[in-house]
């Protein structure tokens, strides 16, 4: 893939184009342009969107909002990020805020360190995602690196927006501890990896 940057949604078009073309892509990359990532469909209207990201941030959300917009077609246990993840972003932002440089600024998605390969609950899309503050400009900005074991270009938009949120999640975390250390601080771009690259999450 080209190392341009590109937006959310253009990324998303991309992949639609890309799949229309081959069934399945490899390592399919792109470095995104953070600063929207709201990618609107209609299998995710924008209520959708934040709905999924509140419940994959760990926040409380309502039982009547869980209902009428979770489902298997929308993810399914595959895309159930919320254990622990509360605590995993805490652990990013006290790293980050004791050691600006490092390496070790890391969300690890799946929880069983044995998983089975039949078990959706075990074969969560998303991976990793690695975090790292970069002076661009005069300015202190938060990118980061994520790894998706498989991605359908139908289901991106949920994603993208879980990981735009969790990128502010972590951004604002930093500006609020110890006095605002990282006053300002804005979210940057991300790159993407996805392992395999299909249309839809029957393919």
């Given at each position: 893939m080209s190392s341009e940057t590109k937006s959310c949604c253009e990324v998303w078009e991309e992949m639609n184009n890309l799949l229309a073309k081959s069934k399945l892509i490899r390592n399919y990359s792109r470095s995104i342009d953070m600063s929207d990532y709201t990618v609107a469909t209609e299998l995710f209207p924008f209520e959708a969107l934040v709905v999924y990201s509140a419940w994959n941030l760990e926040d409380p959300i309502n039982e009547n909002d869980r209902l009428k917009y979770f489902s298997a077609h929308r993810g399914g246990s595959q895309g159930d990020y919320r254990a622990?993840?509360?605590?995993?972003?805490?652990?990013?932002?006290?790293?980050?805020?004791?050691?600006?440089?490092?390496?070790?600024?890391?969300?690890?998605?799946?929880?069983?360190?044995?998983?089975?390969?039949?078990?959706?609950?075990?074969?969560?899309?998303?991976?990793?995602?690695?975090?790292?503050?970069?002076?661009?400009?005069?300015?202190?900005?938060?990118?980061?690196?994520?790894?998706?074991?498989?991605?359908?270009?139908?289901?991106?938009?949920?994603?993208?927006?879980?990981?735009?949120?969790?990128?502010?999640?972590?951004?604002?975390?930093?500006?609020?501890?110890?006095?605002?250390?990282?006053?300002?601080?804005?979210?940057?771009?991300?790159?993407?990896?996805?392992?395999?690259?299909?249309?839809?999450?029957?393919?």
């Open positions: 622990g993840m509360r605590n995993k972003i805490a652990n990013v932002v006290d790293c980050l805020l004791k050691f600006p440089k490092s390496k070790r600024a890391v969300i690890t998605v799946p929880n069983n360190p044995t998983p089975v390969h039949s078990s959706d609950d075990d074969a969560k899309c998303m991976r990793e995602i690695h975090f790292y503050l970069d002076e661009i400009g005069g300015e202190t900005l938060l990118n980061a690196t994520v790894w998706m074991r498989a991605q359908a270009a139908e289901i991106f938009p949920k994603n993208i927006h879980f990981v735009g949120s969790l990128m502010d999640r972590v951004a604002q975390g930093l500006a609020v501890e110890d006095g605002a250390l990282y006053h300002g601080i804005k979210v940057g771009s991300l790159f993407y990896l996805a392992t395999t690259l299909i249309s839809v999450r029957e393919d």
